[in-house]
């Protein structure tokens, strides 16, 4: 079983960053894929970004490639999501999530959630 905590969100004016941070609580952290995944109102959970076990690459979304950089610190449990220039429409709830497959991209390829962190990014 896998615990998952995020943190970092908040309230932000459009072209701002934020940093979200999510902690682990598994001591096999370093086994697992690591995502983030957004949700917004009305809308369907969506992938954002990932990143493998022990690789410091990430595989982004086309709406946040350039803008978001996800990466992780085995050492701290600890999976990051760096967000600039935010625009309105990443108004969302974000969520990290781990998977057991190596390159998961789709929500019900990743096990375990956290309860969601969120980001509300005023024009």
């Known amino acids: 079983q896998v615990q998952l905590v995020e943190s970092g969100g908040g309230l932000v004016q459009a072209g701002g960053s934020l940093r979200l941070s999510c902690a682990a609580s598994?001591?096999?952290?370093?086994?697992?894929?690591m995502g983030w995944f957004r949700q917004a109102p009305g809308q369907e959970r969506e992938f954002v970004a990932t990143?493998?076990?022990?690789?410091?690459?990430?595989y982004y979304a086309d709406s946040v490639k350039g803008r978001f950089t996800i990466s992780r610190d085995n050492a701290k449990n600890t999976v990051y999501l760096q967000m600039n220039s935010l625009n309105s429409e990443d108004t969302a709830v974000y969520y990290c999530?781990?998977?057991?497959?190596?390159?998961?991209?789709?929500?019900?390829?990743?096990?375990?959630w956290g309860q969601g962190t969120q980001v509300t990014v005023s024009s």
């Open positions: 999530a781990a998977s057991g497959v190596v390159n998961a991209r789709t929500p019900g390829t990743y096990d375990y």
């Open positions: 598994a001591r096999t952290f370093s086994s697992y894929t």
């Open positions: 990143i493998r076990r022990t690789n410091t690459i990430g």
